[in-house]
């Protein structure tokens, strides 16, 4: 493996088709303003570097960046590439990863919008992350200890597992597809409307009119909390843990609660069962 140390590279295309090489200590950057420094790239390890310019990890395969800044100016990082490892690193620009697949990233700092589109085999860990429009229409996620901080996220996936995440969104999985999440806290307004088996163990979820338009819902040793109008026109086999502001229309299933202020049955379409578990 050729190794590259202590250069700056600013010109349009400055490693265009490497193969086989180590970057230490070097920077993306300059008055050239160059982009696309690494397009189709192969067996590249970057560390400890510094990327300020725009689009240099497209068309890439079998990629790992570490201990390594990709600044606001470095737009749409990683794009149409694969098998992926990201370690330490910080991902500040618009757009950072897009169409990519066999991805992992650990340690790291997140702070780009629309981040993730159309992405597969993701696996996080250990990640902070502000986006707006996280992982749309993406796929077959392992994410465990991810803090996200958003708006419109997960809309559209399908096939995922959240471990140990908490999330703080508006619209969160709206028509998502075979998502489990375990262990997690989801703050969220709207959360998961017109989705299609998803299941939430030993969660604790906030936020107003949860779980519309829901298939296959199930909820398991669960907290709803500030939670209103939820259910509605839903099919939820649910056990909840702590006392709800409201339910409204479930349409089939059974909802178990220690208590709810209000249920609102006015739909003659709705037939779910809501049961009360006095423990008196």
């Known amino acids: 493996m050729k190794v590259i140390k202590d250069t700056r590279f600013s010109e ?17 950057d300059g008055e050239e303003d160059g982009e696309s420094a690494l397009k189709e790239a192969s067996d590249i390890e970057v560390k400890n570097c510094f990327c300020n310019l725009r689009y240099p990890f497209w068309h890439d395969d079998n990629l790992k960046i570490s201990d390594t800044t990709m600044t606001d100016k470095c737009r749409a990082a990683l794009w149409y590439s694969n098998d992926i490892e990201i370690k330490n690193a910080k991902m500040l620009g618009i757009k950072a990863l897009r169409e990519c697949h066999g991805v992992i990233i650990e340690d790291t700092v997140i702070d780009s919008p629309e981040f993730g589109w159309s992405s597969s085999d993701v696996k996080m860990e250990n990640v902070e992350a502000a986006s707006e429009y996280f992982m749309l229409r993406s796929a077959d ?3 465990d200890n991810v803090k996200l901080k958003g708006k419109y996220s997960f809309q559209y996936l399908k096939d995922a597992e959240f471990k140990n995440c908490n999330f703080d969104t508006k619209d969160c999985l709206w028509h998502a597809e075979d998502v489990v999440i375990k262990d997690s806290i989801i703050k969220c ?13 030993n969660c604790e979820i906030r ?9 296959n819902l199930k909820l398991i040793n669960c907290k709803m909390l500030d939670a209103d ?11 909840i843990i702590t006392p709800m502001i409201s339910i409204k229309n479930p349409y089939k299933g059974n909802i178990k609660v220690p208590s709810v202020d209000e249920i609102i049955m006015d739909d003659p379409k709705a037939k779910g069962n809501i049961i009360i578990m006095n423990n008196n």
Not at 207 to 215: L, N, S
């Open 12 to 28: 349009e295309r400055a490693l265009y088709g490497a193969n086989d090489l180590k970057l230490i200590n070097c920077s993306f």
């Open 141 to 143: 996620l392992d994410f």
């Open 189 to 201: 307004e709207y959360l998961a409307w017109y989705s299609n088996n998803l299941t939430f163990i």
């Open 207 to 215: 936020g107003t009119q949860p779980f519309c338009y829901c298939k």
């Open 229 to 239: 109008l939820a259910f509605e026109k839903s099919e939820v086999e649910a056990e």
